[in-house]
């Protein structure tokens, strides 16, 4: 599978999704989460992955430096949120494609359930013309 950090008009190759990605970016997210950490550490928690997953040169293209003081600390943020989508893509992918095949299926359910009315109406018209065929049947 190919994963991929879209970012600025650039595109920049993720490794595997492993037990160790996914690991670290729980990590990050409860860290993240937790109001006692001080953001700075935050930052630098995701800019270390961001490195880590898209290479140092990568980071420092995107960033316009590799010191993170220099750093804007939302293309931090947005980088590390990218990357995290860019793992999710194939299978967000996969869903849309499994719900418009469900979305097929449940038309074809409700025009089956349509057609049947209107057979049942064609039965009503054809047996009200003074059709002697058995109830239920008809001849056309």
């Not at 006692?36 to 490195?51: A, Q, T």
């Amino acid at each position: 599978m190919v994963y991929a950090l879209e970012y600025n008009g650039g595109s920049y190759e993720l490794p595997k999704f492993t037990k160790s990605v996914s690991d670290k970016i729980e990590k990050i997210n409860a860290q993240n989460e937790n109001t006692r950490i001080p953001d700075m550490n935050k930052y630098k928690s995701m800019h270390e992955f961001i490195c880590e997953m898209i290479g140092n040169e990568n980071a420092a293209e995107i960033f316009e430096t590799d010191q993170l003081d220099e750093i804007d600390l939302n293309d931090i943020t947005i980088c590390y949120l990218g990357i995290c989508s860019g793992y999710e893509k194939p299978v967000n992918d996969f869903k849309k494609k499994s719900s418009a095949i469900d979305e097929r299926d449940r038309q074809f359910v409700l025009d089956l359930f349509k057609n049947a009315g209107n057979l049942k109406e064609l039965e009503k018209i054809v047996n009200s013309r003074g059709n002697k065929t058995a109830p239920g049947r008809f001849s056309a």
